[in-house]
């Protein structure tokens, strides 16, 4: 082989070397890629093909027979050019010889744990102390009763106003009532035993009672007192007690004449548990001591003979009557129409009954 044909040869290879590696890189880019899956796979490794090196020709000395060429300058060996790798090839290398990092599977939450609410502990109330017992009443004495009908109150706001009082005994132990019923307007009642004022126990009613209780085996002394907050009401008082002789006085009741009933004299009831005398004795206070006129009824409630005797003017009344066992009205008034214009006229009376 002449030098001319080794040139050609050596051009001709590695043409055919550039052929082979630039279709090799157009099959590899032309591949679609790796769709997404589960979990990375591995690139795979791209065949490495190993270049030929440039190949020196060596220019064959001609033997002795062969006849030497005219002066030929000798050929210098053309090294064949390496293909170097494209940036696409490179990056596609890198592609595929990196895994695709998988995305972080998060790591679960740990699950909390409820935490017990306390079951508070329930206060148990306190148990309220037990009232005190009611002590035992045996009553020695006969249970007795005065009704007071239809009398007027004063009001405490009005100047001069003083309360309607009603004094009275009791023998041995005894339940005390005091009860006000048909009143026209609010009345303030009191109770209290002698002389304990200060332990009155009190309410503010239309119809309603109030009770105290003595378990002494002697004899007491009690009082019930009236009065109206705001206005001026009629109303009648009961009053139940236990007594052997019954007595009772009414103090601080008006006395001003036939024209105003509610506010002239007294009309009361009480009950004769036996055959004896009903006496009154009355007085008038107007602060001067003067006498007035009067009237005094006792009627038996079964219709036997009444008494029925007017007077004055006195300064003071005393009277009595015969009267069966019975129930008793006793009224006593003044049968004037006015009895001091100008002046307030005060009645205080007590009354015993058998």
């Keep these: 082989m002449n030098p001319r044909s080794a040139q050609a ?101 740990p699950t909390p744990t409820p935490t017990a609410t306390p079951t508070p502990t329930p206060t148990l109330p306190s148990t309220p102390s037990p009232p005190s017992p009611t002590p035992t009443i045996v009553p020695t004495a006969p249970e007795r009763t005065l009704q007071i009908l239809g009398v007027g109150i004063d009001d405490r706001m009005v100047f001069g106003s003083v309360p309607r009082s009603v004094t009275f005994n009791t023998d041995g132990p005894s339940t005390v009532t005091a009860t006000i019923s048909n009143a026209s307007g609010q009345v303030r009642v009191c109770l209290w035993m002698e002389p304990l004022r200060e332990q009155a126990i ?25 009065i109206a907050n705001g206005s001026s009401p009629t109303t009648s008082l009961a009053i ?30 009480m009950d004769a548990l036996a055959d ?52 008793i009205r006793v009224t006593f008034s003044n049968p004037d129409p006015v009895s001091n214009p100008g002046a307030a006229v005060i009645l205080t009376a007590t009354i015993t009954w058998p």
Aim: aromatic letters at 8%; one cysteine or more.
């Design 240 to 269: 139940n007690f236990n007594a052997n002789q019954p007595s009772a006085t009414l103090d601080s009741f008006r006395y001003v004449g036939s024209s105003n009933p509610p506010y002239n004299g007294f009309d009361t009831q």
């Design 9 to 109: 040869l050596t051009a001709a290879l590695a043409a055919l070397l550039v052929i082979l590696v630039g279709a090799t890189l157009f099959v590899i880019l032309s591949r679609p890629g790796p769709g997404p899956t589960p979990s990375p796979t591995p690139a795979p490794t791209l065949p490495s093909f190993v270049l030929p090196t440039p190949t020196t020709v060596a220019v064959v000395s001609p033997s002795a027979s062969v006849p030497e060429s005219p002066s030929v300058a000798p050929i210098t060996p053309v090294p064949l050019p390496t293909a170097s790798p494209s940036p696409a090839s490179t990056g596609l290398a890198s592609f595929f010889s990196s895994p695709t990092p998988s995305a972080p599977t998060p790591s679960p939450s």
């Design 202 to 226: 009190c309410k503010s009613t239309r119809s309603g009672s109030v009770e105290q209780v003595t378990t002494d085996g002697g004899s007491a002394t009690w009082t019930v007192s009236m």
């Design 276 to 327: 004896g005398q009903i006496s009154m004795q009355a007085a008038f206070d107007d602060g001067t001591d003067g006498s007035y006129d009067w009237r005094l009824q006792i009627t038996p409630q079964s219709g036997g003979a009444a008494f029925d005797q007017s007077g004055g003017p006195d300064s003071s009344v005393d009277q009595a009557f015969d009267v069966s066992k019975d129930g």
